[in-house]
């Protein structure tokens, strides 16, 4: 019996930036012919072109709502409790909002039929939390089982997609509600080292929401049929992306090394995952790669030795919404599920990294649907406001 993603909704807050206007507005804040220099060359070869935030801080005359200057127009950094207090405020409405648009999409679904919840997020906290407000906010059973995994960082949604899969597989008429939510841009910081305004350049704002089940995909719809998973750790890279929370938001530790680790053991951990399967790298029809940067897409590019191409639809979602942390690789597969159909079953090979160096990996097989699938446009949770 094998599990399915039947469909992957994806969801937008209302602002959006700009790279090179959000390169500007950091050279203003962080001001020095260095600092510039390096904020420069970082945002300009980030590879993306556009993030959204739930924040309109940022924007020619907005009132902010946490990020006020003093008179002097630096930035006076809020407490974490101010950025978490407003992390619960946004959430609440957006993991709901995500969860109404999978049920109202997914073909033969209805919120009855949920039977696990499962949250992902590592940018904020509360209690009763978010997979409490899916339960009540879409009218689900009270049944519902429900589980969050928090602070695992951008490969969790792998955890919760094995999580769904196993819930599925040890009871079929399961039928799992996957959510993801992070809010990146309320933990921006305002200091000149390196892997401050590296993360800056990157992370974004955005969620996702995943029905999994063990039921007979429509033929109607695309899907993707779940195979196996496997994790792996490159130890050495332990201390180059770690974060603990701060006083003044989640503090960060993104070296530049980070590629160059993910590069070296890419191809040994992936060959593994092949072989389990009875599979080669040419065997693979699509990647679904967790877009953390461009240098990060390079490397992998370069030490799979895949042809041009193959990791455009990371590339696209990193260029037009950056780094969402573990809500990035959804938008991935979602943009493979609504594309150009197919005619035949074809194997997905998808991937993430996050602290640790962890290295999570999913094969999947893409289903052919009868029909080509309705083309989406990006959701956004309200009116778009771009600078």
Not at 354 to 370: F, H, K, M, N, S
Request: hydrophobic residues 40%; glycine residues 8%; charged residues 20%.
């Amino acid at each position: 019996m094998k599990s399915h993603i039947h469909h992957i909704e994806t969801l937008l807050p209302k602002f959006s930036y700009r790279q090179d206007y959000s390169s500007d507005r950091m050279v203003g804040w962080l001001p020095g012919k260095r600092n510039r220099r390096i904020i420069k060359g970082i945002y300009g070869h980030s590879g993306i072109d556009t993030r959204y935030s739930v924040l309109p801080d940022f924007g020619p005359g907005a009132e902010p709502v946490l990020f006020r200057e003093d008179e002097n127009g630096r930035i006076i950094e809020p407490s974490t409790q101010a950025r978490n207090r407003y992390y619960q405020q946004c959430s609440r409405e957006m993991v709901v909002e995500a969860g109404r648009k999978a049920l109202a999409n997914a073909e033969g679904f209805a919120a009855g039929d949920i039977t696990h919840v499962v949250t992902v997020s590592c940018t904020g906290f509360y209690n009763p939390g978010p997979d409490f407000d899916l339960v009540r906010g879409l009218g689900l059973p009270e049944s519902t089982e429900r589980y969050n995994l928090g602070f695992m960082g951008c490969y969790a949604a792998f955890p919760a997609l094995r999580m769904a899969d196993q819930f599925c597989q040890a009871r079929p008429d399961a039928v799992v509600l996957v959510v993801c939510l992070e809010l990146c841009s309320l933990h921006l910081q305002f200091r000149e080292e390196p892997d401050s305004l590296l993360a800056n350049s990157l992370f974004a704002d955005g969620a996702a929401a995943v029905i999994v089940s063990a039921r007979e995909p429509s033929p109607d719809r695309p899907s993707l049929a779940i195979q196996s998973f496997s994790s792996a750790l490159a130890t050495e890279g332990a201390g180059d992306m770690a974060w603990e929370i701060g006083d003044h938001g989640f503090d960060i530790r993104l070296s530049s090394y980070v590629p160059d680790i993910i590069e070296a053991n890419i191809k040994a951990i992936v060959a593994g995952v092949l072989q389990s399967s009875q599979l080669g790298l040419a065997d693979i029809g699509t990647w679904a790669v967790h877009p953390g940067g461009r240098a990060i897409l390079d490397k992998i590019e370069k030490g799979l030795k895949l042809d041009a191409g193959k990791l455009n639809d990371s590339r696209e979602v990193l260029r037009n919404y950056g780094n969402m942390s573990a809500v990035t690789v959804l938008f991935v597969l979602n943009r493979i599920l609504n594309r150009t159909p197919i005619d035949e079953p074809q194997p997905v090979c998808a991937m993430a990294f996050g602290p640790g160096l962890t290295i999570e990996t999913a094969l999947l097989e893409l289903q052919a649907a009868r029909h080509p699938p309705l083309k989406q446009e990006r959701t956004h949770y309200a009116e778009e406001f771009a600078v």
